[in-house]
Structure formats: structure tokens, C-alpha cells
């Protein structure tokens, strides 16, 4: 029986491990292997950011899956994983890991842009800034 094509796919209050997204897309038919890594930055908008939260509709599991799951027909991939953080996150923490294998490389790095790029514009995971300068911002709310 093969194996699916979408082998990770979590939302967590926990840190994330960069080597579990590239375990789970390992293919031994796979020439290239892309891994994307969101951390939390310093800045946004040419403010100092000195922390996040990382919220999650109660849907956004299930978003996410089907989000793969729409990448993986539309791309030539072998296997993608995705895994996103939610909660109180400081300077540097990983936010999310997205990492796809194909064939050749150029299809790995097309189907984890795809990836990333569809997870922050479908999945309902919502982002609560704080500034260095007390204000604080919503992003990715309806």
C-alpha cells in the first residue's frame, strides 16, 4: 500500500520540530526536499515586535488538512507536511514548518510555496502582535 502524500499535518501549542517535517516527506523516489521555517521576527511594519500570540479557530485543523490536500493535487509532489504553532511565542520561535518532496527540486520548492502561501491565506490561525511601543495589532482576522 503506498504511502499518502500528505504525512503531518498539526496545529500545536508546543514547539516545533523542524526534523519531524522532514522525516515525515523522506521518499526514496524524492530528489528534492523543500523545507519553509516561519519564525517570529523582530519587527513588522517598522515596529519593534517583542512578542505574539497565535490563536486557532476551532476549524483550522481540518482548513489545514484540506489545504494540503488541495497542494498535493495540484502540485507534482511526492509528500508535504504541515505544522503550525499556536500560543505565546517570543522573538525567534518557530511559528510553522511546511516541507513538500518531489522528483526534482523545482517542483519541492513550487509545491512548498504553494503550501505556505495557501495555509496563510485559507487557514483561519490568527496572529496578536505586541509592540515595543505598548500597541498592539490583529493580524489575519476576518
Known sequence: MAEPVVRLVDIRDVALDVEEAIAAVA???????????????????GKGVVGLEYSAHPTALARLREVCDQVASRQ???????????????????????????SHRGEAFD????????????????????????????????
Open 27 to 45: 521518499d526514496e523516489g524524492a530528489g528534492g526536499e523543500t523545507v519553509f521555517v516561519g519564525r517570529v521576527r523582530d519587527h513588522d511594519g
Open 76 to 102: 507534482q509532489v511526492h509528500a508535504l507536511a504541515a505544522v503550525h504553532r499556536t500560543g505565546t511565542l517570543t522573538i525567534g520561535d518557530i511559528a510553522v514548518v511546511v516541507a513538500a518532496s518531489a
Open 111 to 142: 509545491a512548498a510555496r504553494d503550501l505556505i502561501d495557501t495555509l496563510k491565506a485559507e487557514v483561519p490561525i490568527w496572529k496578536h502582535q505586541r509592540f515595543d511601543d505598548g500597541q498592539e495589532e490583529w493580524v489575519g482576522t476576518p
